[in-house]
């Protein structure tokens, strides 16, 4: 069953602009991954941010995490049309899993217009 | 090689066909994942494997499906009398370890088609 779920589903800006993408999940976690997917092949990691961790970057990324909501957001700033794909977050789980298994949602697909 | 292997990177079958999905993870990683993708949703866990330990099975979907890890390196997902149903992508991962701090490294995946 998934654990983590994106909103919003599809997302829409010009270039230039700020997208930011939020993450809800369910139980309690160790980490929290994001991940990038284009044109529905592999995914590739994009940012780990930790349980005690609050807020991470990344070059244009920068990831939050609130465990007291069990929520997280990616913003990507200055936005580029090469950063059209789907957004994936993934969560692993502290108790009732496998130990390594993440739990991925249905992702976010952020289009950027040029 | 550099990344995860997957092989073949498109297949197409008929119903009832068995197939066998190959998936080469890096070299070194212990933690060996299968995952489903229908068209345009997420990810679907089938299949974990870590080192020597007994595989982690509770997301196949039926008993069609099956995989092995040999050597601890190479895996192949074999799906049995194959279902219209079953046509998706299938990604395969690897991570370094089952630590709780690892990021897995996917492959291309393999898109099935049953026709």
């Known amino acids: 069953s998934q654990q983590g779920e994106e909103d919003p589903q599809a997302l829409s800006i010009q270039e230039g602009e700020n997208a930011t993408m939020n993450c809800s999940y369910k139980t309690s976690i160790n980490n929290l991954q994001w991940y990038r997917q284009n044109s529905g092949r592999g995914l590739v990691h994009l940012i780990l941010?930790?349980?005690?961790?609050r807020e991470k970057h990344s070059g244009r990324l920068r990831v939050t995490l609130d465990t007291s909501k069990k929520s997280s957001s990616l913003l990507i700033t200055a936005s580029r049309a090469a950063d059209t794909a789907s957004y994936f977050c993934a969560t692993d789980r502290v108790r009732g899993s496998t130990l390594g298994r993440l739990y991925f949602g249905r992702g976010t697909q952020l289009t950027v217009w040029p | 090689g550099a990344g995860v292997s997957q092989s073949p990177s498109n297949k197409v079958t008929e119903k009832g066909k068995d197939v066998e999905l190959r998936c080469d993870p890096i070299?070194?990683?212990?933690?060996l994942y299968w995952y489903r993708q229908s068209l345009g949703q997420g990810l679907e866990f089938l299949i974990y494997f870590q080192g020597n330990s007994a595989p982690d099975k509770s997301g196949l979907p039926s008993d069609r499906f099956s995989a092995e890890r040999t050597g601890g390196s190479v895996s192949t997902l074999t799906i049995q009398r194959t279902q219209q149903e079953d046509s998706a992508v299938y990604l395969c991962?690897?991570?370094?370890?089952?630590?709780?701090?690892?990021?897995?490294?996917f492959g291309p995946g393999t898109r099935l088609t049953v026709l």
């Open positions: 070299s070194g990683h212990t933690a």
């Open positions: 941010i930790r349980s005690n961790e």
């Open positions: 991962a690897s991570s370094q370890s089952s630590g709780r701090y690892n990021e897995q490294f």
